[in-house]
């Protein structure tokens, strides 16, 4: 995403009509207004999984490492979206220009298509937690975790850097496929009873919806790698779409440890 913002290739501006520098500057301030909305929105919504998980530290339970790798990645994008909007409305093309341009929005678009992947991947693992425990401790124990989630995220980086966006399309069939796992797994749930560990106040449902939608916006992403990658106004509506699901991170982590109270 950052080599489309920054790099001001004509061939991303192919369709645009005669008029290409008014279409990208109203579609950088356009992206600008929706960055700086969805942030203010997500700040918000981490907040509240804060105070959830807060609450329940306080009540002797633990936290996934999944879910503070990603709520730590939320952090990070958050940083970085000041960065990436400075720069958006200064309409800079500064990708082959600045090395400290192309890593950092790089970063910032390499931990925004993590977020995208690892979201699917902490409500795989809440809904397996309740289904199969013991399933759940030993295929997602923290140090495993943490460390594959570090590469991930290293490694969509370096494919921000590279422009190597075949790599986001060959991903999608993985998010698919753990999408499609958690839908069954949910279907599957048994009813609440008091000796089944249970996470959630009631919102597998609501859980399995943040996740589809997270995944059809990464449909929608792979859709204009691959058929509509001359069309900026199609990179605009995708890539505002997709800096929103930063939203629905905060939103699953919170949902994971929301417990019913009196």
Known sequence: MAHVLFSNLPAYYRFSGPDIDQARVAGKKTLSIVFITGSCASVIALLWAGHVLWRHLKSGGQISALIIMLLLNDLLELLL???????????????????????????WSGSRIFGLHLHPVVALESVLYLRHPPCSTHVFFPSCSITVSIIAFFCFVLCEVFSLTAIFVLSLSLLIAITATTGIITCRMPAHTDDIPYRTKKPHPVVLALVVFTVVTYISFVLVIIF??????????????????????????GMVYWTQRS
């Open 81 to 107: 979206n000041i960065y990436v909007v400075t720069k958006l409305l200064q309409d800079e093309n500064c990708w082959y220009k600045s090395m400290t341009c192309k890593i950092l929005s790089s970063s």
């Open 228 to 253: 509509w990658w001359e069309y900026w106004e199609m990179w605009v509506i995708t890539i505002a779409v997709i800096s929103l699901t930063k939203i629905s991170d905060p939103l699953l982590c």
